[in-house]
């Protein structure tokens, strides 16, 4: 997360309690997207957990339409070229119909650019509707209510210090 404000919009940093002001967000969400964020107090660290290939992040993904398993491949094989790079393969699963029509999908990326997900579906012809972050790495959003947050206890810490190269 950023901690410069983009037209105007408040950032999670200013959301977070004081005793928390000076840590460091582990990637990021667009202001269109929801689910788990990870903050810690270690630069390195967090730095080390955004490098890409460090740490899968888990998608719950909702798209208008109904992508059919070919239009699926392209992100599954990557090289859809973002910015300039081709995109690591993806991990995509199709969860069935989404409620008020469309398909829902988990989508597992290993690098996790600048709106990966909502482009890698534009570039297949699908728009996302919805876009929540359901894991990273080891750790589960579960059923963490909105606007909530908890401390890693110490095995959490440790496995993802261990992703990283810790």
């Not at 689910?35 to 967090?46: K, T």
């Not at 094989?77 to 988990?106: F, N, S, W």
């Not at 699908?126 to 206890?153: C, I, M, S, W």
């Amino acid at each position: 997360m950023s901690r410069v404000r983009e037209g105007g919009a408040r950032t999670v940093f200013e959301l977070l309690p004081d005793a928390y002001g000076d840590w460091y967000a582990v990637g990021r969400l667009d202001k269109d997207s929801e689910g788990l964020l990870l903050f810690c107090d270690d630069p390195r660290l967090a730095q080390q957990l955004m490098d890409p290939g460090a740490v899968a992040k888990r998608y719950l993904v909702t798209v208008t339409g109904f992508p059919r398993e070919e239009d699926l491949e392209p992100m599954r094989r990557g090289g859809l070229v973002i910015d300039g790079q081709p995109a690591r393969p993806a991990e995509v699963r199709r969860l069935g119909k989404a409620p008020r029509g469309g398909t829902r999908l988990e989508v597992v990326l290993h690098e996790g650019r600048n709106r990966e997900i909502r482009r890698l579906f534009l570039a297949a012809g699908f728009k996302v509707r919805r876009l929540v972050r359901t894991a990273v790495g080891p750790l589960e959003l579960g059923d963490l209510p909105e606007g909530e947050g908890r401390e890693l206890n110490a095995a959490e810490v440790a496995a993802l210090a261990a992703l990283a190269g810790r």
